[in-house]
């Protein structure tokens, strides 16, 4: 297999399941040499009856013939369902994993990334399987036609010449149907993308009233997804008659020359048998196409999961000793998107126990730099540090204790709000979620809820504002050196971010904070300010001495909040 990342996985997957593989293998070499021993039998049997001989040890051994071949084809259906299951929930939990290892690095767009999981997964996990069939299969189809030729050369001559005809027929198809296969499956990830993308939009869809139009552009790949489809049925129907007429032709002839031979007293009755039978073993050649179809299409689904699996993922470094401070460095940060620098050469120091936000217009690189700490993302070039230890050797777990983040979306997994609130550390009590919840102003609502803690997410219907105070609830919930805030209040009325600010304050009072912010009070109520501006820090000063400048006050020209309460803390 070459070493492409779609071949890279397929090895991967095979030496995993070798044993299952081996005993597979077994089980059918078991079903086709009983196959391959059936026709002699049958014919020593019938010519013994016709010789008015001994027939009691070939009916025996054909006994035991087809009982080991209806327990090798038994085995053999088992282990090829369990082998395909099994290699499919690996290959599925591998791809979630580095799915969501990636985060927003993937570069699988969402609808994309759940047909790979859904449909390109069992794809490359029936690889193995198929090619043991279809080498055990065409071993045997081999070893028939040699038997043939024993049993009767002229037969298996006239085999020899026609085979051919029906290969090249077989051959072509494949290749037509493989690239039609390719053209139907990525007119169904486009449509699946399409799809996600609208469900994700779809308040904003119904709000401006474009619901016929967005239906339109989701459907709008069917016309790809039809000619594929059409052109597959064309491929098949071109194949199957010239197919179908072809292999009984060569059929009829093998059997017309046996036949012939068995008149002239060249072979036996029992002999004309064995013709027959290995003629339909030696023509399970042609069962290869449906099989190398098959592996062309694992192939396929192999090469789109090898292509994210080779995605590189952040790997932790060795230390294991959590950060002596909070105190954040970003030093020479550069960081590019799609070839141009979203951070250029940037400089930034945040002392311990400092709260610093990050304001800055539009696409400045606000939540990207919020997100080098925690290791979100990764700079092309420069270094981040946390109390003097870079980010890099660090153990992710003992980076993740470290640095605690809140979203402006966040979500919440967990089988229940308890579970969401205390995700990822399991031995928070329920005392310290309550407690954190209190801090976020979300703890009224969710007692008013039928279980309270308890409920399930999917059963709690809340506004984005109440979704915001779960994820703060989260962040504060874990005691870090470093706590980034990436727009985690914008959801929030200006009442209620200020009693979240007064709790965040209490709490975090002695930890390093990041708050990535739209909003002028926000900003007010953090000890610096680091105005982002062309990939580097414009200033870093406290709110009030920027706010004198008019291109500072032009950042937060599109917020209705220009009022400047006191500064945080």
């Not at 085979?163 to 699946?192: C, N, S």
């Not at 071109?238 to 072809?246: F, N, P, R, T």
């Not at 036949?259 to 290995?278: E, F, K, P, W």
Request: proline share 6%; net charge neutral; glycine share 10%.
């Amino acid at each position: 297999m070459p070493a492409t990342p779609g071949g890279r996985l397929l090895i991967a997957a095979a030496t995993r399941m070798r044993t299952r593989l081996l005993l597979l293998t077994t089980a059918l070499s078991t079903q086709v040499a009983a196959r391959l021993g059936l026709p002699i039998l049958l014919a020593q049997a019938v010519d013994a009856v016709l010789r008015h001989g001994e027939n009691g040890w070939p009916v025996a051994a054909l006994a035991a013939v087809l009982a080991a071949g209806a327990i090798g084809e038994t085995a053999g259906l088992l282990l090829t369902v369990s082998t395909g299951a099994h290699g499919t929930a690996w290959i599925r939990m591998l791809t979630v994993r580095r799915l969501l290892g990636l985060g927003p690095r993937s570069p699988l767009p969402v609808g994309e990334a759940v047909t790979q999981v859904v449909q390109a997964a069992p794809q490359a996990a029936a690889f193995p399987t198929q090619a043991a069939e279809s080498v055990v299969s065409t071993v045997g189809s081999a070893v028939a036609l040699v038997a043939l030729y024993i049993v009767d050369w002229r037969a298996g001559l006239v085999f020899t010449v026609l085979f051919p005809l029906t290969a090249l027929v077989a051959r072509k198809f494949i290749a037509e149907a493989t690239d039609a296969e390719a053209r139907y499956l990525a007119a169904q990830t486009g449509m699946a993308t399409l799809l996600v993308n609208a469900l994700a939009g779809a308040r904003t869809i119904r709000a401006v009233g474009t619901l016929a139009v967005e239906t339109e552009r989701v459907v709008a790949p069917l016309s790809d997804l039809s000619a594929a489809g059409h052109a597959i049925w064309r491929i098949q129907r071109g194949a199957v008659w010239k197919i179908g007429l072809l292999m009984p032709l060569t059929q009829v002839l093998v059997l017309a020359t046996a036949g012939l031979d068995l008149v002239d007293g060249r072979i036996s009755a029992g002999s004309l048998l064995a013709v027959s039978g290995y003629l339909a073993l030696a023509s399970g050649l042609l069962d290869q196409v449906d099989a190398v179809l098959g592996l062309a299409n694992a192939r396929a689904g192999a090469t789109r999961l090898g292509a994210v699996l080779d995605e590189p993922v952040i790997e932790g470094g060795p230390l294991r000793t959590p950060p002596p401070s909070g105190a954040v460095s970003l030093r020479g940060i550069t960081v590019r998107r799609n070839g141009i620098a979203v951070l250029d050469g940037l400089d930034l120091e945040i002392p311990d126990g400092v709260s610093v936000a990050l304001v800055g217009a539009t696409g400045s690189g606000k939540s990207l730099l919020a997100a080098l700490p925690g290791r979100l993302a990764d700079p092309d070039g420069g270094e981040v540090l946390v109390g003097g230890v870079p980010v890099r050797e660090l153990h992710l777990p003992t980076l993740h204790d470290a640095v605690a983040y809140a979203f402006e979306r966040p979500v919440l997994p967990g089988r229940t709000l308890h579970e969401a609130i205390a995700f990822g550390r399991p031995e928070i009590s329920r005392h310290a979620v309550e407690d954190a919840a209190r801090a976020a102003q979300a703890d009224h609502f969710v007692r008013r809820l039928p279980h309270g803690y308890d409920t399930p997410p999917r059963e709690a219907p809340m506004s984005g504002g109440q979704l915001q105070r779960l994820g703060l609830a989260r962040a504060l919930a874990r005691p870090a050196l470093v706590h980034v805030l990436d727009d985690a209040t914008s959801g929030l009325d200006t009442v209620t971010e200020t009693l979240v600010s007064e709790a965040i304050t209490d709490r975090l009072g002695r930890s390093t904070c990041m708050v990535v912010t739209h909003r002028a009070t926000t900003a007010a109520r953090c000890d610096l300010v680091a105005w982002l501006h062309d990939g580097r820090v414009r200033a870093l000063a406290p709110h009030d001495l920027l706010w004198a400048d008019a291109a500072y006050r032009a950042v937060f020209a599109h917020t209705d909040e220009k009022e400047q309460p006191c500064a945080w803390a």
